[in-house]
């Protein structure tokens, strides 16, 4: 004779992953193959359970790498939209107009917007709380969940469709990468400038402060809760 005692948590469990999996589906406009991969992506606590399930434990999945290749995979699959979108226009056009696709700034209102920001746990906003781009950082774990999961095709085009095509009159009116742009004209002057990042806080609410240094002079200083963010002030200021 069965326990009913023991199926009713299997029948919940089994309730809230097909309630998962339709959530990722309105998401992305199809349905995931391993929705371990997800779970990673988006901190749930659901992910180790999963992971260790499918095998992705093994691998040494976890959000921080994933936002890892998930910044390479959308750093490239812009480059290759506005190349194609932009066909006579010039290097340094397209350096700036990517650069106001891939920022924090714009992950972060992507990801909002999408509905991805919906999709992430509790706990996860508990742990980042003070980062205020956690959504973007989250955003690029998710791009690379469909990667691992999908493959080539379908990541990239969730990328055009879903984030680039519909949002693009918006992210061309967002601020530039001032770092891209403070390389940019350093490099013209032919001169280069140290980044020297200290951190403080705790463990889970880091804070950085990012001081460029040219010959001894400071040229910016930017505080952040994410280096990224702490470097983006820096060379803003800098400018």
Known sequence: MSCPLFKYPIRLLFHKEQEFCYSLYKVMGFYPHNTSYYHTALATPAAHATSKESGSFLMGLNNERMEFLGDAIIGNAVAIYLFNRFPKKDEGFLTDMRSRFVKRKSLDYLCKKVGVSELISKNALRHQYHNSYVNGNVIEAFIAAIFLDCGTKKCRKFIVEKLLEPNFDTMVN????YKTLFMQHMQKMHISA??????????????????????????????????????????????
Do not use: R, W
Not at 174 to 177: E, G, K, L, V
Not at 223 to 231: D, F, M, Q, R, V
């Open 174 to 177: 967002f601020d530039p990468d």
């Open 194 to 239: 140290e980044f020297n990042t200290e951190q403080s806080g705790t463990e889970h609410e880091p804070e950085f402060e990012t001081t460029i240094v040219y010959q001894g002079m400071t040229l910016g200083v930017g505080h952040g809760y994410t280096k990224k963010e702490s470097h983006q002030k820096a060379c803003k200021a800098a400018l």
